[in-house]
Structures are given as C-alpha cells and as structure tokens.
C-alpha cells in the first residue's frame, strides 16, 4: 500500500524582503501559517506546487512541508518550520515582532 | 591599511552597476530565480531562513574608523541596528531587502569594501591572524601577502568556476592564531637563512570530512608564492571532484592521491606557469607592503597604567584577561569580547561598532581587526590609554573579561537563521556562557575553547574546539553531540567524539559535568583543559559525561 499522504502547506519566502510565506486557498501569499491551505490530497498538492513556483516574480524557493492540522490552523510538524513562522530565538525579529498571532 | 587604486575602485563599481541591474531584471521578471542565484551569490547575498543575508569580506579582518562606521551605517539604514561578525573574518546582516542590496554594496565601496567571493565556488576572503602586525611573536606581518592574495584571486579568470569553495589563511607566527591547518591552504610566514618565504600547509578543512593540512612545501620564495598558490589551485582545480559536492574540497584530493602526488603535480604546473610571472606581482607587492607599514609608537611612561592595574580590581581582571603582548614596548593589544554573557557571540550593534570606531580612532593607530574567534581588537595601543579604553567600553556593554575562556564561544548563526543548519548553536552558547557565570567558575576553569556548530558544515569549528558542539536533527528533535580534545592551533588536532548526542535540554548539564571531571582531574590549577585532556585522554571525561548521568538518572 502506498504511504499515506500526510497533510502539507506550501511555503517559500518573499522576493523582496525574504520573509516566509505561505499559500493560501485562493492562491494568495500569506505571511501567516494559521491562513495557509492545508492539502490533503498528493496531485492536488503537486498541482498548486507546479502553480506556485510559477509565480517566480513574487517568491523564491518554493516547497511543500508537512503540518498538523488544528483549531488553531494548520501547526508546524518540525521544529524548524516552527523557526521559520515565528522568527530567530536571540532577537524579538522577524514574524514574531511583525504579526500580532503568528 | 591598503586604500584601494582607481583600478580597484572602478573594478568594484562596475561590479555593482551591473549587480543593480541584476536585481532590476530579478524584480521585473526578466531573470527567473534560476538564472538570478549565481548571480546573487557571486555578490555575498544569500537568502536565509527569514530573510535575505548580506556576507561583505573584511580581508585579513582588518578595519579602519571610517570602514566600521560605515559598517555601523549600514546596519541601521537598511538592516536591524547590528550585525554578526563570522569565523571568516566577515560581517553578515541578516535583514536586508533585495531592492536595498544595491544601495548597500555602493555604501560599501564607499569606503573601499566589498561583498564578491563571499560565496559560490571561487577563492574566498583571505583571513590572517589577528594580531598582525601587532604580535610580539611575528616573523612578518601577513597582511601583504594576503591582500596580494586578495587581488590576484578576485574576478581570477580560472578561479570562478572551482569544483567547490576555496579558503587561505595566512599567519606571520609560529603561534598560529589563524587556524590555517584548517584551511584548503594555509600559509606561514617563515624566515630562512635571513630570507622571508612561506611554508605552505594544503588539504586541511573541517565540515563533514574533518581533515588537518599537510605540508606541501617546507619554503617558497616570496618571487614564487604566487605562481605556486596559483599551481595549487590549478591542479585542483582540474584534479577536484565535480562529481560529488561532499567529495570536491581540496582535502579529499589530497586524501585520495596523496600529498606526494599532488606535490609532484604541484611542482610540475608551477615551473609551467613560473615565467609568465614576470615580476609585476612583486613590484604590487612591494607596494603593498608600504602601505602596511607599521605605525609610529611613542616611547611614554606606562604609569597611569599601573596605577589602575593595582587601585582598580575590574580593570585588572580585564586587563589580565583580555590584553595580548605587543612587539612594541608600553603597547598592548586590546581584545573586545563580543560575548558578553547571555548575548549572541560575534554580534556587535551599530552603537558599539561606532565605539570602537571611535576608540580606535582615538587610541589605536585607527586600527581594527576582526578575529575568527568573533571578538574585535584593537591592535596598536598604548598602555597609559587602557584604563580610559576599559572605561568607555564598560558604559557599552563591551568589557567583559572573558577572552580565551569558557564564555569566549565561537557559535555560528545556527538554525536562528541558516538554511543549512540542522539545530541552533546561539540558545546554546548564550546558556552555556550565563551558566559558568552563575557559577562564578570561568577565571577558575581558565584557558577553553568551546565552539559550536549547527551543522556538519562546522562553520562554529566544532572539531578544533576543547570542548565542541555539533548540533544535529534526529528524528525531528534537536540534539547535541559532544566532541573533546580538539586544538586550532599550530599543533590542530580533530577532537574526539565522546558518544550519543545530548537533548537541547541536557547539553549544558553535561558540558558542566565535563568541566567538573576537568577541575577534579587535573593535576594542579596551571595545567590546562588541553593539557589534562591530552595526559589522560576521553575515558574519564566519557565516565564523567554518560556513568554520572546514568547514576543520576537511576536514583
């Protein structure tokens, strides 16, 4: 039996400033994790991969990551996406000194 | 200090002429990232885990007031208000915009500076020791040879395309406080029968095949240093494996052919390409050499010096720590900690950096220097301006007595910003550091070096640290293995690794554990981690770190 998909968000980081992005269900690029579109399903999420990565002009490094999906929005499945929506742990920077509820 | 020619300055100008229109193009979408990247990297800008990452060359580390000021500048106009100096003698911004990076590369040739080859496969920043020019025990300062080596490897038309990144450290002692038997060459200034030549140490790097260089050439003339670096790196450069990014460093070619192989190949190219230098690198270098020469030292009383010494207990505590001897009498060289305990080794905020510029401008020659250990120094200074220099650096956060000790961490940025990193090595140096302050230990515990390294890469120097770090994922959860006896210095040595690796949670008990079994260990207050470790090897510390740890787990 083939491995079950387990739920994934896509991510990348903005062309301009560099700051983690994530998609949203209207393609859109958000910069919080809870309005990411969960996928559930492998050739959807391949599909809006190949979609993504197309908008070249306003993101970089584009990929898939796995999340657990909560009341709360989607929650990262490893630590170092919880790094990446939240921001460096020496400095109050990044998302965790810009968004009021990362 | 070099100022740059019309040749350098048109050089780097036009280099970031065309860079701005790079990232015009990236903006508009005429380049796609694919085509962009190289391009981004040629020029030192990396994209992180946050943001975009600025890494601008100090060559040999060293700075004047005008260069740290602008450094200052350029971290409050377009980044956070700091910036992280690097093992590589670099400065990194961890903030900028893409649509800043221009305007940030032109603030740097302002004042004669630069970001290209700070990454991609080319021949990076050439660092040499700290003390430069300064060090009591100096056959030469290296500075020359390495800014010669600096201009012969920029835009070097053979050079752009390596099998993989290519690293020189030069050092002018027998001391080595360049770590260059870590570097793809190395570099000793030596003196031979009166004359002044280089022995040259190939094949040494750390990352995850840690290998200590080896001799290829006891004495190279100074006429003949640079066609054979340039031999080196040619039959690298062609002999190197393409095939496998883990296999391409020079070490691994040194490894797999031998360093008798590679010298017969070595000498063979050099007396190929030896006449076509014809002797305009030694009329550059001669030159150069002007321009380093060393400044005027006044020959004044050192009173007020010792008056503080003996009236002023944190000033002696300070001065016993953090001063080196300098060649010229009543001088020291002052070292800067920029690891005040509990703050992130290496990062100075552009408030600090205008301080010491200003110190430097004031009372040291209007010298800098950054050292691979992330600390600042003030090379050139008078002992009768020390009690006024600790004062100033006191009212900035900038006097902790700590050089050489256990809080003195080299700790690379880690998962707090590097795409590469598998774990965080800042929460851990800054727990370490506050830790054995609690603890009232360090000036006890004396001469140790801890370095970390967030991953295999060993940007922190985990191998050659006393006691080294290196943080890893295992099963999505940050862990921490444990490396000891390493040395950076002209006796390197790879440490040994002690076993299974520690939880975030966990690694400073047994960092404390380690430096408990030390205290208990050694035979008197004078012998040293280094020399205690090298008498009775791992096993006590490996009891100390994992039967202590059982026993407690047990009761």
């Known amino acids: ?102 | 200090m070099y100022n740059y020619t019309e040749f350098d300055a048109g050089f780097v100008a036009e280099r970031n002429i065309q860079f701005r229109h790079q990232v015009e193009r990236r903006i508009a979408g005429h380049l796609t990232e694919d085509e962009f990247k190289p391009l981004r990297l040629m020029n030192g800008l990396y994209l992180q885990l946050h943001a975009y990452m600025l890494r601008v060359a100090i060559p040999y580390g060293t700075l004047d007031a005008a260069k740290m000021r602008q450094l200052a500048f350029i971290a409050d106009r377009w980044d956070k208000g700091y910036g992280h100096f690097t093992t590589r003698q670099n400065i990194q911004y961890n903030w900028p915009k893409l649509s800043d990076v221009p305007d940030m590369l032109d603030a740097l040739a302002k004042v004669d500076m630069h970001a290209i080859q700070t990454s991609g496969n080319t021949i990076r920043n050439v660092t040499a020791d700290h003390f430069a020019g300064a060090a009591a025990d100096e056959v030469a300062d290296p500075r020359p040879v390495a800014e010669l080596l600096r201009q012969w490897s920029t835009d070097h038309p053979e050079f752009q395309f390596l099998p993989r990144k290519f690293k020189i450290a030069v050092t002018g002692s027998e001391n080595d406080r360049a770590v260059i038997k870590a570097h793809d060459i190395g570099l000793q200034i030596v003196e031979r029968n009166g004359e002044i030549g280089y022995r040259v140490i190939v094949g040494g790097g750390l990352g995850r095949t840690p290998m200590i260089g080896k001799v290829i050439n006891d004495f190279v003339a100074q006429e003949d240093l640079l066609p054979y670096v340039e031999a080196v790196v040619s039959v690298w450069n062609l002999l190197g494996r393409r095939d496998n990014k883990y296999k391409a460093r020079i070490k691994i070619t040194v490894h797999e052919h031998g360093i008798d192989d590679i010298r017969a190949r070595v000498e063979e190219r050099f007396n190929i390409i030896r006449p076509s230098f014809g002797g305009i690198d030694q009329k550059l270098f001669a030159e150069i050499k002007a321009a380093f020469a060393a400044p005027e030292f006044r020959d004044t009383p050192t009173a007020l010096y010792e008056t503080a010494y003996k009236t002023d207990p944190i000033f002696r505590s300070w001065a016993d720590t953090n001063l080196a001897e300098h060649r010229a009498p009543g001088y020291a060289i002052v070292q800067i900690s920029l690891k005040a305990h509990g703050e992130t080794p290496g990062d100075a905020s552009a408030e600090q950096m205008r301080v010491m510029a200003d110190l430097a401008e004031r009372y040291g020659h209007d010298e800098l220097r950054i050292s691979h250990e992330q600390n600042v120094i003030l090379p050139h200074v008078h002992k009768s301006d020390l009690p006024a220099i600790h004062g100033i650096l006191k009212k900035h956060g900038l006097a902790t007595a700590n050089i050489g000790l256990i809080s003195d961490i080299i700790a690379c940025p880690g998962m707090d910003y590097c795409a590469l990193a598998t774990a965080r090595s800042i929460p851990i140096a800054q727990e370490i550091a506050t830790r054995f302050d609690e603890l009232k230990l360090e000036h006890e515990i004396g001469d140790m070096k801890i370095k970390i390294s967030g991953c295999i890469n060993a940007c922190g120097h985990h191998h050659v640290g006393h006691i080294g770090i290196l943080g890893l994922d295992r099963a999505g959860v940050e862990n921490y293995q444990i490396t000891l006896g390493g040395d950076h210095t002209e006796n390197a040595r790879v440490g040994d690794r002690t076993g299974p690796g520690f939880s975030a949670d966990d690694i400073v008990p047994a960092i404390e554990r380690i430096v408990y079994a030390y205290l208990d260990l050694r035979s008197s207050a004078d012998e040293t981690f280094a020399q205690t470790y090298q008498r009775l090897g791992l096993a006590p510390f490996k009891s100390a770190l994992y039967d202590e740890a059982q026993a407690y787990a047990a009761q």
């Open chain 1, 1 to 102: 039996m083939p491995k079950e998909f387990s739920p994934k968000v896509i991510t990348a980081n903005a062309l301009i400033e560099g700051d983690v992005v994530y998609l949203t269900a209207d393609d859109q690029w958000t910069r919080c994790l809870s309005e990411a579109d969960v996928l559930t399903d492998e050739a959807d999420a391949d599909l809006r991969l190949l979609q993504a990565e197309a908008q070249s002009e306003l993101v970089v490094g584009v990929y898939l990551t796995d999340v657990i999906p909560g009341i709360d929005g989607p929650q990262p499945a490893h630590f170092r996406e919880d790094f990446r929506r939240t921001g460096p742990s020496n400095y109050n920077h990044g998302k965790q000194a810009e968004l009021n509820n990362v």
